[in-house]
C-alpha cells in the first residue's frame, strides 16, 4: 500500500520554465491538496480538490494551476516559475469529514 | 476562515524532561484539530487527532493533547522526551464544509542529551 506518492522528489527548474507535479493515492480518498511549506511559515495551501472533476482555490493559488481529472491523481502547475516558488511541496489526500489526511514525501523545487 | 498561531518557534528540552508545545486556534464553530510531526526531510505524520468527546486525547509516541474551548488551544505534551522526539511539529485546524486543513507555522524541538 503507497499511500500518496509525489513524483518527483526533486527539480531544479530555470525561470519562466514550466512543469508539473503528481500526486497519486491509493486509498480511494475523495479529497486532495496541494501545500507549500516555507521556512517559518508553516504548509499553505494552495490548490485542493473534493473529488474528481472539481478544483478550487486555497490561500497562496497564483501562478500555480490543478488538474483531477481522475480521482486518484492531483496533478499541480507551474505555468512560468519564479524564484518565489522555490519551496517543498507536499500533496495530501483524505477522506470526507472526520478523516485524517495523509501526506506524501514532498517535492522540493527550486527555481533559479 | 479558521487559523493557527503556535507562538513558540523553537523549543529545546532535555531528554527525559516533560516537553509542551502550545497551539492556539481560531474558528467560529468546534473545529477538528491535528498534530502532526515532521522529522527532517520527511512528510508529515499524524500524531493525533481531536474531532469530539473526551477533550484528551492520547496519540502514538507517548504523545497526548488536551483541547480547552474556553482557551481556544489544543496543547500538545508528553512527559519523557526521547532524542528520537526532535522535529518540527505543526498544529493544524479542519473546518466545515470541506475540511481544509490550516496549519501553525510550526515549533521545532531540539532534544539535548
Known amino acids: 500500500n503507497a499511500g500518496v506518492t509525489q513524483t518527483p522528489k526533486f527539480r531544479v527548474l530555470k525561470t519562466g520554465q514550466s512543469m508539473t507535479l503528481l500526486c497519486a493515492q491509493d486509498m480511494n480518498h475523495e479529497y486532495m491538496y496541494w501545500y507549500r511549506q516555507d521556512p517559518g511559515m508553516g504548509l499553505r495551501l494552495i490548490h485542493y480538490?473534493?473529488?474528481?472533476?472539481?478544483?478550487a482555490k486555497g490561500e497562496v493559488p497564483d501562478g500555480y494551476n490543478v488538474s483531477r481529472l481522475k480521482k486518484q491523481n492531483f496533478l499541480l502547475g507551474l505555468e512560468s516559475a519564479a524564484p518565489s516558488q522555490t519551496s517543498v511541496y507536499f500533496c495530501?489526500?483524505?477522506?470526507?469529514?472526520?478523516?485524517?489526511?495523509?501526506f506524501g514525501q514532498g517535492t522540493r523545487l527550486t527555481v533559479v | 476562515a479558521q487559523s493557527v498561531t503556535q507562538p513558540d518557534i523553537h523549543i529545546t528540552v532535555s531528554e527525559g524532561a516533560s516537553l509542551e508545545l502550545r497551539c492556539n486556534y481560531s474558528y467560529g464553530a468546534t473545529p477538528y484539530l491535528f498534530w502532526y510531526v515532521q522529522s527532517p526531510g520527511q512528510g508529515l505524520q499524524l500524531l493525533l487527532k481531536y474531532f469530539s468527546g473526551d477533550t484528551l486525547v492520547q496519540g502514538i509516541k507517548g504523545f497526548e493533547a488536551e483541547f480547552k474551548r474556553s482557551q481556544s488551544s489544543f496543547n500538545l505534551r508528553k512527559p519523557s522526551v526521547h532524542w528520537s522526539d526532535a522535529a518540527e511539529y505543526f498544529c493544524a485546524v479542519g473546518a466545515r464544509p470541506d475540511y481544509k486543513l490550516s496549519f501553525g507555522a510550526g515549533t521545532t524541538v531540539t532534544v539535548r542529551a
Open positions: 480538490s473534493v473529488g474528481e472533476g472539481t478544483t
Open positions: 495530501a489526500s483524505r477522506y470526507p469529514g472526520q478523516g485524517e489526511a495523509f
